[in-house]
């Protein structure tokens, strides 16, 4: 099933300058090894991948003579909220240190789950720094099932946050 990407795309609200956003994109070293934590542990589908060169590519980017690969992946069959992995082709970068600590200038993918024990258990033996492990972080006296939140980093340093909601009694 091939999916109209326009008529998807939210339109800007009266009053507002822009609609909420569709994507977050990230560069990364090695985009196989991205697909490893988001498609292959998250579950996020691949919606597009290709390859993209050329000068308006580079014009855009503000690059010179580089090629990039590009895996857009979604969950559902919604554009928005999609994550864009983006890497240079032939890129050399050292990975940046392992940390278990959020610094300023940090960015961070939050996600709901219903599998969050599950998840940490692939995260953790897949060797991703944690930050936390799922913990309550707002108490809720009324919750029969409490929220619980973990954060830890993908091999690039983004942070991945997952949240699970509770119940109410």
Known sequence: MTVNALAQEPTVPSGERLTPMLRASVFVRDIDESLKLYRDILGLKPRIERVLEGDEVNAVLGTRGKTVRVAILQSGDTLVGNVGLFSFVCDTSPPPEPRSEVRTGDTAFIFITTDIRGLFQQVRDAGYAIVSPPMVLFPDPEAEEQDQE????????????????GSKR
């Open 150 to 165: 973990m954060l830890f980093f993908d091999a690039d340093g983004v942070g991945i946050n997952l949240i699970q909601r």
